[in-house]
C-alpha cells in the first residue's frame, strides 16, 4: 500500500514539474534566445515566450511589434484595434514578430516556407501561381523567383509532414515545390524542369500533376477545387420527388379536409334539426291546447288525442304522409351516415330524445328536411 501512494504521489509530482517546465514566460520575464527552433511537425517556431511576446536580444520576453496574420493566434482577448500593426508593402513581419523588416531579394535568407519574405519580380503578376506567393518562393532558407522554364536546372524543397489513416497509423506526407514557371515541375532525379501532366496520366507525386493531385492508382486525378457536374438524369429525378412530394401532401391534406368538412356538416345538420324538433314540440303544445279548448262539450279523450295531429283521424303507424308527433324517440339503431351508398364510411352518432329525420329517409338524409307543422285550420283561439 506504501509503495502504491509513493508511486502516486511521484506520479502527480512529475507532471506538476512538467507542467512548470511547459510553462510559458510572460512580458519581462526571461527567457532563452538559444531555445528558439522550429517544431519538428508543425514547423512552427516555438520560443520560450508565449503568444503575445518574443525573446529580445536582453534575455526578457517583449511584446510583440507586428503580425504576420489578420487574426493573429493567442489574442482571443483583445480588441481588434489592440492587435499589433501589420507590416505595409515592401516589408514583412518575421515569425518571432519583433518589427517589420524589408522584403529580401534573390539569393537573400529567409524563414522556413515564407515566400512573402522575399522580394518581387518585376513581372511578378506573370509568375504567381498557388505554389508561390507573388512570383517569388522560398526554398531551403533562400529566396527565388519562380521563373526557371523548360529543361533549365531547378531547386527543389521536399518538406515531409506526419499524416494518420483512418485507423490511426501514421505516414509520411511529403510536399515537394520548386522555382519552375507555371505549368512545369522539377524532377527530382534529372533536377530540371518539365511539364505538368494533364488528367490520367501517370505520376509519382503531386507536383508533377496539372491537379496537383496523384491517387493512389499511380494517376492524375481531378483537382481538389474541381466542380461537380450532376447528370441530367439526377435533376430529372430530384425534380420528380419534389413534384410527387407536393402532390402528395396536396391529396393528402385534401382528404383530410374534406372528411372535416363532412364531419362539421353533420354535426350542423344534427344540431338544427334537433332546434327544429324543439319548436315544433313548443308548436304542437301550442296547438294541442288551441284544439283542446276549440271541442264541443262531452268529446271523449280519444277524440280530442286523435285532433292533436289530424282532423279525422288519429295517427297510426300507417301514417307515412303526416306529420309525425315530435316527441317519438328514433330508433337506437340508426345513426348518421356521410355517405351515398353501403361504400361510404358510416359516422355513428349519438341519439337525442326528440325525432330529428323521418324513418324512411335513414337512407339518405340529405334528400329529407323537417318543416314547421301546419298552422290550424281557423287559426288558433284565443
Not at 6 to 16: G, P, V
Not at 136 to 152: D, H, K, M
Amino acid at each position: 500500500m506504501r509503495t502504491g501512494r509513493f508511486i502516486t504521489l511521484l506520479s502527480l509530482s512529475s507532471i506538476s514539474l512538467l507542467g512548470v517546465v511547459s510553462a510559458k514566460s510572460g512580458f519581462g520575464e526571461a527567457c532563452d534566445q538559444s531555445n528558439t527552433h522550429l517544431d519538428a511537425n508543425t514547423y512552427n517556431l516555438i520560443t520560450d515566450c508565449d503568444s503575445t511576446t518574443y525573446c529580445a536580444s536582453n534575455g526578457t520576453c517583449a511584446y510583440k511589434g507586428c503580425r504576420k496574420d489578420i487574426y493573429p493566434f493567442g489574442y482571443s482577448d483583445y480588441a481588434f484595434d489592440q492587435l499589433p500593426p501589420l507590416c505595409p508593402q515592401g516589408q514583412f513581419c518575421p515569425d518571432e514578430g519583433d518589427q517589420c523588416m524589408d522584403q529580401v531579394p534573390v539569393g537573400g535568407s529567409c524563414q522556413k516556407d515564407r515566400d512573402n519574405e522575399c522580394a518581387l519580380a518585376d513581372n511578378y503578376k506573370d509568375l504567381a501561381g498557388f505554389l508561390n506567393t507573388n512570383g517569388s518562393i522560398c526554398l531551403n532558407f533562400t529566396c527565388y523567383y519562380a521563373n526557371v522554364t523548360l529543361g533549365q536546372t531547378c531547386v527543389t524543397d521536399n518538406t515531409a509532414y506526419t499524416a494518420y489513416l483512418d485507423s490511426g497509423a501514421p505516414y509520411a506526407f511529403i510536399v515537394s515545390r520548386d522555382n519552375c514557371a507555371n505549368g512545369m515541375y522539377c524532377d527530382g532525379t534529372a533536377l530540371q524542369c518539365m511539364k505538368t501532366k494533364r488528367q490520367g496520366e501517370a505520376c509519382s507525386g503531386n507536383k508533377e500533376c496539372s491537379t496537383y493531385n496523384c491517387g493512389d492508382d499511380g494517376k492524375c486525378g481531378k483537382a481538389a477545387d474541381d466542380p461537380i457536374h450532376p447528370g441530367a438524369w439526377q435533376y430529372v429525378l430530384v425534380g420528380l420527388g419534389i413534384v410527387i412530394l407536393i402532390g402528395g401532401v396536396m391529396t393528402g391534406l385534401w382528404f383530410a379536409h374534406r372528411r372535416s368538412r363532412n364531419e362539421n356538416q353533420i354535426k350542423l345538420e344534427q344540431y338544427y334539426n334537433e332546434q327544429i324538433a324543439y319548436r315544433q314540440s313548443i308548436m304542437s303544445m301550442s296547438h294541442a291546447k288551441n284544439s283542446l279548448l276549440s271541442l264541443p262539450p262531452n268529446t271523449s279523450p280519444d277524440i280530442a288525442r286523435s285532433s292533436l295531429y289530424r282532423d279525422d283521424s288519429g295517427w297510426t303507424s300507417a301514417t307515412n304522409d303526416e306529420l309525425l308527433p315530435p316527441n317519438v324517440r328514433r330508433d337506437s339503431t340508426s345513426g348518421w351516415s356521410d355517405g351515398d351508398g353501403p361504400s361510404r364510411e358510416r359516422i355513428e352518432r349519438v341519439d337525442s330524445d326528440a325525432l330529428l329525420m323521418h324513418p324512411h329517409a335513414h337512407a339518405n338524409y340529405r334528400e329529407s328536411r323537417y318543416m314547421d307543422a301546419p298552422e290550424p285550420r281557423g287559426g288558433y283561439r284565443e
